[in-house]
C-alpha cells in the first residue's frame, strides 16, 4: 500500500439496491478510501461469471459518494472494471458483499456471485475478502420477494453485520501491512459468514468449508416453467466443525479458499 490510507474497493451480487451497501461505505469509511461498484441489479448466483459479449456501461451511484458506480454487468465484472478503469489507480483490497444470505459450504460458495467477485480480485493481485451474512428465513423470504429488508431483526444484521466487517478489515489491513508474511495469502480470498443472531460479542471462528451437495434446484411452477430454487434438496453429512455448522450454532465462521488449488502432486487417480 503506497501510504496509510488504503483504497477498498466494494463489489457486490445484490446489486445497487442492496441496504448492506449504505451502511458498508459509512462502516468502512474510516479505513480509508472506499470505492463502489456493483451490478446494477441483483446477480446472485452468478458465480465467477463475466460477460463476454455485449456492452457494458458504468453509471454513477452519488448517493453513495463520488467514487461509486453501478455496471449493468456481473459482481466479477464489477471487480475487474473498477480495479481497472474507472478511477486513477488500482485498490489495496476487494471487499465483496456483505451478501443478503450466507455463503457457507461448498455448494454455495462455488455458486455465489460474492464469493466470485473476491476471486477475480485475488486473480488480479488483490487481498480479497467475501463477506455475507445469514438472515431469519422469513426476511430473506421478504428481500427475495421484494427486493426490500423492512423488520427490526433484519436491520439489527445489517447494522451489526457492517460494524463486524469493518472491525474484521482493520484487522485484515493492519495484518497486510506488518510486512511479515501475515495477512491474506497470494491467490486466496478469505471467506467470512455472519450469523443471523450476530452481536458484538459473536465470536470467530477459522473453519474448514463443509462439503455439501444438492440434487434439484429448479422447480415446474403452475405454468410448466422451471423456476430456481422452487424444489432445493441439501445433502451433507453431519456437524463435524465446519463453516455452516457453527454458522449455524450462532459463529462467525472464516475459512481461507485457494484460487490456486489444483493438486498436482502424487500419482494421477486416472491412466488414459
Known sequence: MADTQPTLLIVNDDGAASPMLPAMVEALAPLGRVRVVVPAEEQSW????????GALRATPLPDLGPDAYCINGTPSDCANIGVHHLFDGPPDFIVSGINIGSNAGTAFIVNSGTVGA?????LMGFPAVAFSSLFEPEDFAEW????????????????QSAQRMAAMMARVIAAQGAGNGAGIPAGH????????NIHPGSAVHWAPVKANRYGALFGRDDSGNFRHGLHVHLEEGPADGSDRDLL?????????????GWDATGAPPVTF
Open 189 to 196: 480470498v478469505m471467506n467470512v459468514n455472519f450469523p443471523c
Open 46 to 53: 452468478k458465480g465467477k461469471s463475466m460477460t463476454r459479449f
Open 248 to 260: 449455524q450454532e450462532g459463529h462467525i465462521t472464516v475459512s481461507l479458499l485457494a484460487v490456486d
Open 144 to 159: 427475495s420477494r421484494t427486493q426490500r429488508l423492512t423488520s427490526a431483526t433484519a436491520r439489527e444484521v445489517i447494522t
Open 118 to 122: 473476491a476471486l477475480e480480485g485475488a
